[in-house]
Each structure stands twice: as C-alpha cells, then as structure tokens.
C-alpha cells in the first residue's frame, strides 16, 4: 500500500489479460495533454490488437505495473511499462502515465522506482524513453531513477537514456 499526499491510497500489481477494459476506461479519463505526453500522437482509444498488445505479457521482455485505487483494483490510475529492445536486450523502452486526478503526489516516481526495479531483476540495465522536449516532470522522474542520464533531440522530441541506477 501506498499513499498519496492527498490521502489516496494505492495498490500496484502486474497487468492481467483481463485488465483491457480497464485500461481502456484509464485512457478514457485521461486528459488529452497527457495522452499526448504518453503517445505523442492523439489516442482517443485503444483497438483491439493494441488491447491485446498492452495487457498479454510475456513478463519478461514486456511487463507493467499498474497502480490502482486501493478500494477498487480495476480503477486504474497509472501505469509503467518497459519493453525490452530486440536488438539491444539489456536494454528497454519505458513508458510511464499517471492520471491526471493524481500527478505531483510522487506516484510516478513511486512506478518508476518499482518499473526499475523489475527490469533489474530481468537484465535490463538501460531505459530509453521518448519525450516531449518541454516534458519536464517525466524528465525529473527518469533522473530519479538512473545513474546517469543522456539525452538527444529528434525532431521535436527528446530521446533519453536512462542507465538504471543501483537498487
Ligand atoms: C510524467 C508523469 C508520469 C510524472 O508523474 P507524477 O506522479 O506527476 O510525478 P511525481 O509527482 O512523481 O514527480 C516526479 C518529478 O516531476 C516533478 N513534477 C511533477 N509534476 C510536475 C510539473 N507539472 N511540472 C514540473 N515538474 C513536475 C516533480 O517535482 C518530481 O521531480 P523531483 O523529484 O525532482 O521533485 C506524469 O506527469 C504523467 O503521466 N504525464 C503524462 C504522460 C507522460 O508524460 N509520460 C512520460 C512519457 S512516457
């Protein structure tokens, strides 16, 4: 159990299969900055395919954490997902969403100390994460978390790598 500065309190587990109309329902209370911040493209719903995608797990190159209200464990209220890279397997894209009832608590920070914890027990040394250049809060979070962080423009967006830091 986890509790927020407002008092909220949150358990976090692994997604299930049977979390996509979950998940959907969260995207669906997301404010469209956020999803933009998340997907960097507009995401008004998830198809299908996406669905099976975001919830069917391998966990081990793929595994989420979700957070949830403590009195309803299919109100979904963030989220941290890592991804591992095929190419690069001690390696892995991450993703992180919190609602936005719920930012500036310390719970994106709370999934990405639990997401990086998960990933070192998988062999993933390394974060990479694609942001909105004036992202700052996802910027601070993945600076908690790493040991050493770089970062690149492309475009309108900044690449980080994130080398994960010791538990
Ligand atoms: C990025 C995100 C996950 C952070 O979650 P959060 O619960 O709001 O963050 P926390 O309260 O744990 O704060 C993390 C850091 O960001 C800072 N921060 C939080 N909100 C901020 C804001 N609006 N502006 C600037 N900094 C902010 C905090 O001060 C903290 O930094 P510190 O530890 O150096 O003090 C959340 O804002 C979010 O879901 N944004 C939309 C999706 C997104 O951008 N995801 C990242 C790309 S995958």
Do not use: C, W
């Not at 963030?78 to 001690?90: K, Q």
């Not at 908690?144 to 994960?164: K, N």
Request: charged letters at 30%; zero cysteines.
């Amino acid at each position: 159990m986890h509790t927020l500065t407002d008092g909220t309190e949150i358990e976090f587990r692994q997604i299930r299969p049977d979390d996509k109309e979950n998940l959907e329902t969260a995207l669906g209370r997301l404010s469209p900055e956020s999803r933009h911040k998340r997907f960097l493209a507009p995401k008004p719903h998830f198809n299908a395919s996406e669905l099976r995608y975001l919830t069917e797990l391998d966990g081990f190159d793929h595994v989420a954490i979700l957070a949830t209200l403590a009195d309803d464990p299919n109100a979904i209220v963030g989220v941290a997902r890592f991804v591992r890279l095929r190419d690069l397997p001690d390696t892995a894209e991450v993703a992180i969403v919190v609602g936005d009832r719920f930012q500036g608590q310390g719970l994106g920070r709370e999934l990405g100390r639990r997401i990086a914890d998960e990933a070192r027990e998988r062999d993933v040394r390394r974060f990479t994460a694609t942001l909105l250049g004036d992202n700052v809060a996802a910027h601070r979070l993945f600076h908690a978390i790493s040991d050493r962080l770089e970062g690149r423009m492309e475009g309108g967006t900044r690449v980080l790598t994130a080398e994960i830091a010791a538990a």
